[in-house]
């Protein structure tokens, strides 16, 4: 598990979540992940959707994997240095082009999730993540998400994800 350098931050995940209607009136498909970036990553979500049953409330979002943008693993201590090395010389954590993997479970049971996220290491590029499996509830969800990242000077205080998923039919 790779542990956040900014433990107090929020990170607010705003997910735009795409479902076909079959006839009902369509439910408004925002929903707002309000994520902890500590070792476990609590977090809860809101909007219409949640309220409907169709995504769970809560969780925690665990980080599986960190790599090289070829997909290779990148240990963590050489992105921690990697990190420092780009603050120091006057950047942020966005000079470090990697890929990393993340699984959002949700705490009723309902299911998983997995993006997979992608940092080019231009910091003008935007941060892109998909759905890359999913379990349970959420075993036919896809879509794809860009992210916004507000910050104070070099520390993200929080992340914005907007995506545009299907949540898959139940047959």
Same mark, same amino acid.
């Given at each position: ?5 900014? =433990? &107090?931050?929020?990170? =607010?995940v705003g997910l735009a979540l795409l479902v076909g209607s079959c006839g009902n009136d369509a439910l408004d498909p925002v929903v707002v992940f309000d994520l902890q970036p500590i070792e476990a990553q609590p977090w809860t979500? @809101? ?5 409907? &049953?169709?995504?769970?409330? /809560? #969780? ?6 960190? *790599?090289?943008?070829? #997909? ?17 010389? *006057? &950047? /942020?954590?966005?000079?470090?082009? !990697?890929? *990393?993997?993340? %699984?959002?479970?949700?705490?009723? *049971? /309902?299911?998983?999730?997995?993006? @997979?996220? !992608?940092? +080019? ?6 941060? +892109?993540? %998909? ?11 896809? &879509? +794809?998400? +860009?992210?916004?990242?507000?910050? %104070? ?14 949540? #898959?039919? %139940?047959?």
């Open positions: 598990m790779i542990r956040r350098r900014h =433990a &107090g931050a929020i990170i =607010a979500a @809101t909007g219409e959707l949640v309220d409907a &049953g169709l995504l769970c409330s /809560s #969780g925690d979002r665990e980080f599986l994997f960190v *790599g090289y943008p070829d #997909g290779s693993p990148m240990p963590v201590e050489e992105m921690m240095k990697l990190i420092d090395d780009a603050i120091e010389a *006057g &950047g /942020s954590h966005e000079n470090v082009a !990697r890929i *990393g993997r993340m %699984e959002y479970v949700c705490d009723d *049971g /309902s299911g998983t999730f997995t993006m @997979t996220e !992608r940092m +080019t290491g231009d910091p003008a590029d935007e941060i +892109t993540s %998909e759905v890359t499996r999913g379990s349970g509830a959420y075993l036919m969800m896809s &879509g +794809t998400c +860009t992210q916004e990242e507000h910050t %104070e000077g070099t520390e993200v205080v929080r992340l914005t994800n907007t995506c545009e998923f299907d949540l #898959g039919s %139940e047959t």
